[in-house]
Nanobody, 121 residues
Framework: QVQLVESGGGLVQPGGSLRLSCAAS????????MGWYRQAPEKPRELVAT???????TYADSVKGRFTISRDNAKNTVSLQMNSLKPEDTAVYYC???????????????WGQGTQITVSS
């Protein structure tokens, strides 16, 4: 099994910054994609940013220019630097990873437990 553990959420004032981190552990053979999604109350989960191994990055339009995703492939980690935060960024943020399970032909699609980010004065 593959587990994802997130860290770095919290309360921040508008205009502030936060950094989220996520580490994958367990039976990981390879990871194809790591990224971040978020879900605000009474809204569907949405993509924030993803990064394919090899470098291709996708950002939601709402975070372009403010958020930066990065990965450490050797450590199976992904981070999200969030600057110029707005109240509408308030949500539970989830880490996601997809790849292959060690010693098998099976793939995994794992989610972290979620971390709350609240942007408020």
């Amino acid at each position: 099994q593959v587990q994802l553990v997130e860290s770095g959420g919290g309360l921040v004032q508008p205009g502030g910054s936060l950094r989220l981190s996520c580490a994958a552990s367990g039976s990981v053979s390879s990871i194809n994609v790591m990224g971040w999604y978020r879900q605000a109350p009474e809204k569907p989960r949405e993509l924030v940013a993803t990064m394919i191994t090899g470098g291709s990055i996708t950002y939601a339009d709402s975070v372009k220019g403010r958020f930066t995703i990065s990965r450490d492939n050797a450590k199976n980690t992904v981070s999200l630097q969030m600057n110029s935060l707005k109240p509408e960024d308030t949500a539970v943020y989830y880490c996601n990873a997809r790849g292959r399970i060690r010693f098998s032909m099976y793939e995994f699609d794992s989610w972290g437990q979620g971390t709350q980010i609240t942007v408020s004065s």
